[in-house]
């Protein structure tokens, strides 16, 4: 057996406990004092395996960043994971079962984040030849569109030789993530004339039927052969029954696969006309990550990880280009060669049975590991 997979293998319970450990402390994006919590959790992991702890990027409304840099060379390589998630306090229970690990953000990403960790471990506990600087860099608003780590991760990804990502494989084969498509976010507001609903119906304006219609004509721009995906996500609006509701506003998710296409929609929601005379839309928010395409950086890559793979004896590495975007798009969209999946396998992202497998462990953090020291 490989000396890695060995290393992994012998420690497979311990790699097990420090993902529980993380997952055991709830971070969603949006609570700050949470987050911090994990943070410190990784902290503490870094510094009883390597003997000092990463640099904390301080921010005010979102978890702390981390840049954790271990080893030399004049060159680079950055990793990147996030320690938040879409789950709120409580959310989900941490359960064990059948081989299987379940628990809010453990697949998507804190089992990841630990396995990275681990491949890093292992390269100091095995005195593996390193002629790299490693940047490991946790984030954490990355399921909110990461508007606060945009800036860290396009610098440290500017002065990379290569990007490695530790989202998830893609699920049902284990691939690699080559390509994903873009993403925006909106949100639109839309300004009626509130009236009582029996007296003075005639003298109101009502926002939520305006939004109902901008909500069919978006909708209805879902396009399955241009890969475009428009999702109405959130909505509000109204009051009392008696009164003309005089405000609504809803979300809008946007997802495709071209910059052209995004740069269509973009232009669009920009744009919105209104259906009724007195009514005053204003639109936030715009294009967040742009689509990441598979180039010849990436094939360089995925060479380099079959490369890794076949010193271990895992077989054929497969890459696949998926909906959901990351901050892979960010990197590659800078021509830094950048490949995704590189996390823990499972199912159930965002959804009620996230888990990941626990037998896969090994093989996946040896996988990076490989990987890590072939560049």
């Given at each position: 057996?490989?000396?890695?997979?060995?290393?992994?293998?012998?420690?497979k319970?311990?790699?097990?406990?420090?993902?529980?450990?993380?997952?055991?402390?709830?971070?969603?994006?949006?609570?700050?004092?949470?987050?911090?919590a994990?943070?410190?959790?990784?902290?503490?992991?870094?510094?009883?395996?390597?003997?000092?702890?990463?640099?904390?990027?301080?921010?005010?409304?979102?978890?702390?960043?981390?840049?954790?840099?271990y080893?030399?060379?004049?060159?680079?390589?950055?990793?990147?994971?996030?320690?938040?998630?879409?789950?709120?306090?409580?959310?989900?229970?941490?359960?064990?079962?059948?081989?299987k690990?379940?628990?809010p953000g453990?697949?998507?990403?804190k089992?990841?984040?630990?396995?990275?960790?681990?491949?890093?471990?292992?390269?100091?506990?095995?005195?593996?030849?390193?002629?790299?600087?490693?940047?490991?860099?946790?984030?954490?608003?990355?399921?909110v569109?990461?508007?606060?780590?945009?800036?860290?991760?396009?610098?440290?990804?500017?002065?990379?030789?290569?990007v490695l990502?530790?989202?998830?494989p893609?699920?049902?084969?284990?691939?690699?993530?080559?390509g994903?498509?873009?993403?925006?976010?909106?949100?639109?507001?839309?300004?009626g004339?509130?009236?009582?609903?029996?007296?003075n119906?005639?003298?109101?304006?009502?926002?939520?039927?305006?939004a109902?219609?901008?909500?069919?004509?978006?909708?209805s721009?879902?396009?399955?052969?241009?890969?475009?995906?428009?999702?109405?996500?959130?909505i509000?609006g109204?009051?009392?029954l008696?009164?003309?509701?005089?405000?609504?506003?809803?979300?809008?998710?946007?997802?495709?696969?071209?910059?052209?296409?995004?740069?269509?929609?973009?232009?669009?929601?920009?744009?919105?006309?209104?259906?009724?005379?007195?009514?005053?839309?204003?639109?936030?928010?715009?294009?967040?990550?742009?689509?990441?395409?598979?180039?010849?950086?990436?094939?360089?890559?995925?060479?380099?990880?079959?490369e890794?793979a076949d010193?271990?004896?895992?077989?054929?590495?497969?890459?696949?280009?998926?909906?959901?975007?990351?901050?892979?798009?960010?990197?590659?969209?800078?021509?830094?060669?950048?490949?995704?999946?590189?996390?823990?396998?499972?199912?159930?992202?965002?959804?009620?049975?996230?888990?990941?497998?626990?037998?896969?462990?090994?093989?996946?953090?040896?996988?990076?590991?490989?990987?890590i020291?072939?560049?």
């Amino acid at each position: 057996m490989d000396e890695i997979t060995l290393f992994m293998e012998n420690n497979k319970e311990a790699i097990i406990k420090d993902i529980k450990y993380l997952v055991a402390s709830d971070s969603p994006s949006d609570n700050k004092t949470l987050a911090d919590a994990c943070k410190e959790r990784i902290q503490k992991l870094l510094k009883t395996y390597f003997g000092y702890a990463a640099e904390e990027i301080e921010q005010e409304e979102y978890g702390d960043h981390l840049k954790f840099v271990y080893g030399e060379g004049d060159e680079t390589i950055l990793i990147l994971s996030h320690y938040d998630t879409v789950w709120d306090e409580g959310n989900l229970d941490l359960v064990e079962a059948d081989n299987k690990i379940y628990g809010p953000g453990i697949l998507d990403m804190k089992g990841g984040l630990v396995q990275t960790i681990w491949a890093l471990k292992a390269i100091k506990d095995l005195y593996l030849p390193l002629n790299k600087s490693i940047v490991f860099l946790c984030t954490s608003d990355e399921e909110v569109g990461s508007p606060t780590s945009e800036a860290l991760i396009t610098k440290e990804a500017s002065n990379s030789t290569a990007v490695l990502v530790t989202e998830p494989p893609e699920a049902k084969t284990k691939a690699l993530k080559s390509g994903r498509k873009g993403s925006s976010r909106y949100y639109v507001d839309i300004h009626g004339r509130a009236a009582h609903s029996g007296n003075n119906h005639e003298d109101g304006i009502n926002a939520i039927r305006e939004a109902a219609q901008h909500i069919v004509d978006l909708e209805s721009m879902t396009d399955y052969d241009k890969g475009t995906t428009i999702n109405v996500g959130s909505i509000e609006g109204g009051g009392k029954l008696n009164v003309i509701p005089d405000h609504a506003r809803f979300g809008v998710n946007v997802r495709v696969e071209t910059e052209e296409e995004q740069s269509r929609i973009d232009d669009y929601m920009k744009h919105l006309f209104s259906y009724t005379e007195g009514i005053e839309i204003e639109v936030s928010g715009g294009v967040n990550r742009p689509p990441m395409v598979k180039d010849e950086n990436t094939i360089t890559l995925l060479a380099h990880a079959q490369e890794a793979a076949d010193e271990i004896g895992i077989g054929e590495i497969k890459d696949a280009f998926v909906g959901g975007g990351s901050d892979a798009n960010f990197t590659a969209n800078l021509g830094v060669p950048t490949l995704d999946g590189l996390g823990a396998v499972g199912l159930g992202i965002h959804a009620h049975n996230e888990h990941i497998i626990a037998d896969e462990i090994p093989e996946r953090t040896s996988f990076l590991c490989r990987l890590i020291l072939s560049l």
